[in-house]
């Protein structure tokens, strides 16, 4: 099942358009794409029978992001062999944990205004969404707790980013549309194998990136048993599972995303995202 959000709305996304879940539950779960969280196994039983005939056409520009205001917002750093590399660092023994703030999420098409003389770069990466809270979950028991997998572009200001010692990652990380996410949420049963996706991306035209989410260093259950034995995962939430190698601070020479870039990015089964960057 693919649930998306469409104008604000909470829909079911099918091959024939969006099926709008307030009205065809006859307001049994309600219009906003963040609270079905909240109810996630009922409104994931109910889901399976709800009318396909009432699927509508819609714009694929008028979607935004499936979870638009996570109470919690991780981002997972050097967990890739190969981007690690290319960031001339080691492989950290624990997770590497940051925040993009929640106001930074947006939906798969946007356009991004670049902070000023910034070196503004692009990450691809899967993002999973939280359908229970998780609390000291075991890693056999992680993908249970997963409503579904979505795309995400966890950019990045290098600059912010790597200021200070220790840098802390945050804030270059969470200007205004620098979390773009979607198209849709895609079901965890959708998926034969949910550890093994292609994932990419391009600007212009060129490919940068492209790894399988089998090559991250802490798996997708690992990764909601290391952050649960320590903070309650609420449903909603959403985790950037972390970029593989081909960032543009990786390059040689470095390359920044400049006005009028575009990049496209995707994950196997999922779907794309498009931004646009505009000169700030
Ligand atoms: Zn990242």
Redesign the pocket.
């Known amino acids: 099942m693919r649930v998306g959000n469409l104008a604000g709305r909470l829909v079911i996304v099918t091959g024939a358009g969006a099926i709008d879940v307030e009205s065809a539950s006859g307001g049994r779960f309600g219009p906003e794409p963040q609270a079905v969280y909240d109810q996630w196994a009922e409104f994931a039983g109910w889901a399976a029978s709800a009318d396909a005939a009432a699927a509508q056409p819609y714009e694929l520009a008028q979607l935004g992001a499936p979870a638009p205001a996570p109470r919690q917002s991780f981002?997972i750093?050097l967990n890739y062999r190969d981007h690690v590399a290319e960031s001339g660092l080691t492989v950290p023994d624990q997770p590497s944990v940051f925040t993009k703030f929640p106001s930074c999420i947006t939906g798969p098409h946007s356009d991004v205004v670049l902070p000023p003389g910034g070196h503004t770069d692009w990450?691809v990466?899967l993002v999973a969404v939280i359908g229970t809270t998780a609390r000291h979950v075991s890693e056999g028991a992680a993908w249970s707790h997963v409503a579904g997998l979505t795309v995400g572009q966890?950019i990045?200001e290098r600059i912010s980013q790597l200021a200070g010692s220790p840098a802390q990652f945050s804030l270059g990380k969470s200007f205004p549309g620098f979390g773009p996410t979607g198209p849709w949420l895609v079901t965890v049963d959708e998926f034969a194998n949910p550890d093994d996706l292609e994932l990419g991306c391009s600007v212009n035209g060129d490919q940068m990136q492209k790894a399988r989410t089998s090559y991250l260093i802490i798996s997708v259950p690992q990764l909601i048993a290391k952050l649960s034995a320590v903070v309650t995962l609420l449903p909603g939430d959403i985790i950037?599972t972390?970029?593989p190698a081909g960032v543009g601070m990786g390059r040689n020479p470095q390359r920044w995303l400049a006005p009028g870039d575009e990049v496209v990015s995707y994950v196997e089964g999922i779907g794309e995202l498009r931004q646009r960057f505009l000169a700030g």
Do not use: I, L, V
């Open positions: 981002g750093g990450e990466e966890d990045s950037f972390g970029t």
